[in-house]
């Protein structure tokens, strides 16, 4: 009986202690990499399409719709794994009605450079063009084709006349990611800076929650 009643404690704590965080699928590769790093086995991982990153209007009701389906699952602790990126205030909307937590910051460039350090850098980056390892990765598919670039290139002044450089921040080094993001600078160009920045504020804000 005092195996079962122990066994029984154990499993509603784990219950209990359950997070489920709702993610940009943008940034799904390093939420896994630090859930797995720091072992934060109560971590539930769920994304919404990562191409949302192109359409932020379809952020908010994303949002509503995961967290009603969270609930009725009969998850009490969310966590929303977006900055504001691009929703106007939607996501704090929503936070605030359902006494929930995001991602400090405006957008995913922010918390990965640090949201501090980006603000004071903002001066200098007022004209910058920002990847991250996703975009470098997905360049093409998140910024060339939905701006139709690759059906009319004569639209890259347009979009890109009033930058002055590409600035990829990158989470994990890697020299291929390196090369593309390289590679979509000339494809803009854009010069070339390059940033290590690691996991940022998304290593400290999941290992508080």
Not at 53 to 72: L, N, T
Not at 150 to 171: A, I
């Amino acid at each position: 009986m005092e195996t079962t009643r122990l066994h029984s404690e154990r499993t509603t704590l784990q219950k209990v202690q359950k997070i489920r965080v709702i993610a940009c699928g943008a940034i799904a590769r390093e939420i896994v990499a630090l859930v797995e790093r720091n072992h934060l086995d109560h971590v539930d991982l769920q994304c919404l399409p990562a191409i949302w990153h192109s359409y932020p209007h379809k952020i908010a009701p994303g949002m509503e719709a995961a967290i009603a389906e969270a609930r009725a699952e009969g998850i009490e602790r969310i966590f929303i794994g977006y900055a504001d990126c691009g929703t106007g205030g939607a996501l704090d909307a929503i936070c605030e009605r359902e006494g929930i937590e995001r991602l400090r910051g405006p957008h995913c460039y922010s918390f990965f450079a640090g949201n501090a350090d980006f603000a004071a850098g903002w001066d200098e980056d007022f004209t910058a063009f920002f990847l991250t390892d996703f975009l470098a990765r997905q360049f093409e598919a998140f910024v060339v084709v939905p701006l139709g670039l690759d059906r009319h290139p004569e639209l890259l002044e347009s979009y890109f006349g009033n930058y002055t450089k590409l600035v990829y921040l990158c989470q994990q080094k890697d020299p291929a990611l390196e090369e593309k993001a390289r590679a979509a600078a000339a494809f803009l160009g854009l010069q070339y800076e390059y940033r290590f920045t690691g996991y940022g504020d998304l290593a400290t804000e999941l290992k508080a929650i």
